[in-house]
């Protein structure tokens, strides 16, 4: 194990060199990083020319300057010493100064737009996998092959000028009218009769039942004004952890697990009790506050679950961690949004942002810029994940449908394991095994992404110190970018083999 | 491929049926996918009315405006008979323009595709026949372009080579694409070179170059024209990005994505310079999708075939679930680009 470590650590690190050399060779004999001062028509021209030129090093000869930016990259490798020098940029700053917070930015970007492209692709993936030929599975074929073909400037450019801009309209007369309600309750009682299928009767059943319920719902938001003062409250927030409750036990273990359900019932019960008791809490909370609630909690519904005991312990804490999880998500949600009327008051009513990624001069608790920092990264992470979503679609539904045809499934059927066990326990993790390659794939091609939507958006993160830097011929803040978006690139992948391995008891890591 | 043998066979079982090479099945495959045939209908059409429009290079066409020349505005330059498509801020013609950056969108594809098939070909069927150092050396080189994601390093080549003109763009962008098409062949090839017919060709005496472009490279074509027909979807995409971002296609010369980005600011005034450079780049790239999808059914049946809603009818019966039947390189083909 630690020599295949080692050796994939020294290829990768020769690779990551020789592409840098490709890159700076290919920016440095492109682009001009003096076009600035030869345009400018200043007295003190050539000392300016002159001192940029000692500054980069422009009289070194490229393949030189490459292995001199090479040295000081090396040093970034020293732990602890602080001695990384990446060079400087044409207006003299240090890129290791700029390099962290336009990575916080960026990083942030990329994580939720991978987090969530993965959660809906690969639920999407296998629900129309499992309803194969569908009316529901041919609507999303069709519609991951347009998210295909959709270029991603194409999409932030409609989002931010229609959904951002169209949403702050919309708040300012928060109304739904009725035929819109009854639209949206039509394709939810669409999509939910696809999911669910059964005979006609049940067909029918279900649509109408979802399609009044949807249409129903959107109504009484829009006549409690809740656009505006959204929340949860009690009996939204019992009845959702209720459901919760229900819903993992029935997809982890089947209801009929008794031990399950107890212990998933008692989580959901702390997680209400929780709510209830922590509100005055919130009000002082900081972002430490809340992660070591986290821990709290998920160190307390393993101990439910370990206690509640019976013949499967794990399966037991699996789900009343899950349960913590999706309660304590529900009630962060709930306190955010009773933020929700002092941020839109602070935004004169314009809550969704198009540019940056913080309102300047915002003041405010914790609940309110995290509100601001969602507002900026909505949009952005959209139009992200949108083009990784699709293929995360694809691949999932076609995994799905190759794993469910093998011999061992079959066999599982055979002998009389419930279609639910078959699917979550035999068919899902056999699945996940192609998945984990194709992210490492995707972080690449989303950290390409964040260029444009970055540009889009302008936010200030990697994406656009490249290409700031490679508009302005400046190397350096591009040669960084590479630097550590190739390094990234590697780590996945090496992660994705680590992860093959650890799901896959075939292969074998030598 | 002893799924599509064994496919083949079914469809030539009538005992009187003349033979039927392998490229006539797949054509005939390809015919009988509606959706892929009607892509590629249309595609044509609409290279061919853009072409007849504004004319190719000295050529005029039949349209009365150039995509150079400024108008008077006519109703502020919103779309009228006069200007389908309407007006840009300084008046020129807005179908002229859009058409000019489909042919240019088009014309990137193809080159961009061709180069990258053929680079990508003759690396991965070098690395895959001959194996051992040579294989080591080229896909060390692959991972080396691989590492950067495709759009940074097309905006690098981008600026580098994007003033040249559309042409070269497209022919500086295609040698840094290949790298996804020779993996693929290299794959078939390392398969290939294994079986009987190569080992007779060489035992018949047959050069390296022979048995790799005469029998191996005919069996692995599928993989190729899959690959790169998808390649060439991405390439609209990468190429309008590019644009976009100001490192593709430089004005005067046009391209639909820096009309999207040049008209970007009048989104809420001018909506139809926005809409129309915008619908042609998802056609033109929805169009390409299809075929290639169209042309990976046909050239890999069983991949369009699995239904599992037949399969849980009639399971005992189903020949096809032969445990983990090797995935034929078409169907991989997806896997990788």
Redesign the interface.
Known sequence: MASFILRRLL?SV???I??SF??YM??A???DPLQDLRGSNSPNKTQLINARIQLLQLDVAPPLRWLLWLGGAAKCLIPFANACDLGSTVSNAKVTDILPQALGSTVQLVTFALILAILLGVTIGIVT??R??SGLDNVVTFLS??L???????VA?LLK?FVAIGFNNFLAHPTIPWWVAVLIGLVAGLIWQSLIGGDRRRRLLTFVISGVATAGVLLLMSAMNWFLMPGLGPVVMILLIAATVIGATALISGLQNRRALISAAIAGAISLVCYFALQPLFDVSTIGTIIILAIVAIIVSLAIGWFVGGYDRGQNMRISVIVTIVSGFLIIVDRFMQAWPQYFQDTNGRPIATVGSSTPGLEGDMWVTGLDTFTHLVLPTIALLLISFASYT??SR?GM??V????FI?TARAKGLPERTVVVRHAFRNMLI?ITTLVAFDV??L???A??TE?VFAIPGMGSL??LG??RGDLNP?MA??LV??AM??LFNFLADLAYAALDPRVRVR | MSVNDTRIADELQAPSAPPVSQGKLVWKRFLSNKVAVASAILFILILLFSISAIGLGPIPGWWKYNYTELNDQVQQGSPTWEHPFGQDRIGKDYFALTMRGIQNSILVMVVLGLIASVVGVVVGAVAGYFRGVVDAILMRITDVFIVIPALVIGSVVGHAFGGLGAFFLALMLGFFSWMGIARLVRGEFLSLREREFVEAARVAGASDARIIFKHILPNAIGVVIVASTLIMASAILLETALSYLGYGIRPPDVSLGLLISSNQSAFQTRPWLFWWPGAFIVTLALLVNFVGDGLRDAFDPRHRRFNLRKMREQEPEEGEGDGRSPKTGAALAEDVL
């Open positions: 290829v020769l690779i990551i020789a592409a490709l890159m290919l920016v004999y492109s682009a996998a499992l194969q030929y092959f347009f295909y073909s959709l270029p991603a400037f194409l450019v000028e694809r691949y076609a449908l190759e469910l045809n093998q011999d079959r192609p690449g091609a950290l390409g992404g260029v444009i540009r490249f290409n490679l508009s591009v970018y590479f978006i190739a690139a590697i």
